[in-house]
């Protein structure tokens, strides 16, 4: 071989590193930003990925992810959305707080949302079927399912005079869900306790409160500090001996009582959808608001046995599902 032509080959293949990097370099780039952990999200960023595996976007091959995790302190929000802008991201991935936080610092970026509850009324969009702007998103029947929950979970321990609430300060819709879980309990006749906790750290009193108020029961609110704490909550529900109810099976399958709601890991895989189609070229305001209207009821015999309690057979014939 010709030292001209050896040379080049060289220098070919010295480049060879920097032109994979920068054909990463140049892939857009999904910010997902969230308030809660890693390790809480996982099985929804799994179905995030699936969702965007639907579109033909394959993270690390035509698309990169950058993570921002506010770890339960949602003050950090504003900060990590801005963040994530300066490192121009092509779309923001977030639930309803994180969503507000990127919201706040563009209007041009798009952002897409999974929110457990009425958009509108939370300042997400103005409209559900045509958004515009630069946000779009999917909702579930969850946050307005308070009333409901707690219905559910009257029927469990129906001689119960009093529960107990629990919902984070620091959530956008508190004061929704306080509202609304308040005024069902008065419609059951039920003395209720309102609960706050807007860290980990603050679940443990939060349940001996409870228990030492004698509540007959938990319903713990949405949130997606709750979201990504599942296992402990329901650990601390069964160490109290409280029957307790949350949004998604994962809670009664961690342990607890029982679960009312819509699947977060499909809401998830929606969002990856539309994440998809926007990163090919769709206008987020063009795109409605999706429902995921799917509800279960999920009820763990184990721990109703434990806990001395008979499933009731209206619940029995409504139930899911039935973890034993």
């Given at each position: 071989m010709r030292r001209r032509e050896f040379i080049m080959l060289l220098g070919?293949?010295?480049?060879?590193?920097?032109?994979?990097?920068?054909?990463?370099?140049?892939?857009?780039?999904?910010?997902?930003?969230?308030?809660?952990?890693?390790?809480?999200?996982a099985e929804m960023v799994a179905a995030f990925h699936r969702g965007l595996r639907e579109t033909g976007i394959v993270v690390g091959e035509n698309a990169r992810i950058e993570y921002r995790w506010a770890g339960g302190d949602y003050d950090r929000l504003p900060a990590l959305a801005a963040e994530l802008i300066r490192r121009n991201v092509a779309v923001i991935v977030g639930n309803s707080t994180p969503a507000l936080a990127a919201m706040a610092a563009t209007a041009t970026v798009p952002i897409v949302f999974s929110a457990p509850g009425d958009p509108v009324e939370l300042g997400l969009v103005e409209r559900m079927n045509r958004p515009g702007g630069n946000v779009t998103g999917v909702?579930?029947?969850?946050?307005?399912?308070?009333?409901?929950?707690?219905?559910?979970?009257?029927?469990?321990v129906p001689g119960a005079a009093m529960m107990a609430v629990l919902i984070n300060p620091k959530s956008r819709n508190a004061d929704i869900q306080s509202r609304e879980i308040e005024a069902a309990a008065a419609t059951l006749g039920l003395q209720l306790h309102v609960l706050h906790a807007s860290s980990e750290g603050d679940f443990e009193m939060a349940l001996a409160t409870a228990d030492r108020l004698g509540a007959g029961g938990l319903v713990i609110s949405a949130d997606p500090l709750f979201n990504a704490s599942v296992n402990q909550l329901a650990a601390l529900a069964l160490r109290h001996r409280m029957p307790a109810i949350y949004q998604y099976r994962e809670f009664a399958a961690a342990g607890a009582l029982?679960?009312?709601?819509?699947?977060?890991?499909?809401?998830?895989?929606?969002?990856?959808?539309?994440?998809?189609?926007?990163l090919k070229g769709e206008k987020p305001g063009d795109l409605p608001v999706q429902q995921a209207t799917k509800l279960e009821l999920i009820i763990n015999l184990t721990t109703a046995k434990m806990l001395g309690l008979a499933v009731p057979p209206t619940l029995h014939a409504l139930a899911n599902e039935m973890i034993e």
């Open positions: 070919g293949a010295a480049g060879w590193p920097f032109v994979a990097y920068a054909q990463r370099a140049a892939l857009p780039v999904i910010g997902f930003l969230n308030g809660g952990t890693p390790e809480g999200y909702t579930s029947l969850a946050a307005e399912l308070g009333p409901k929950r707690l219905q559910l979970l009257h029927e469990f029982t679960s009312y709601g819509g699947s977060i890991t499909d809401q998830y895989r929606l969002v990856g959808v539309y994440t998809g189609r926007i």
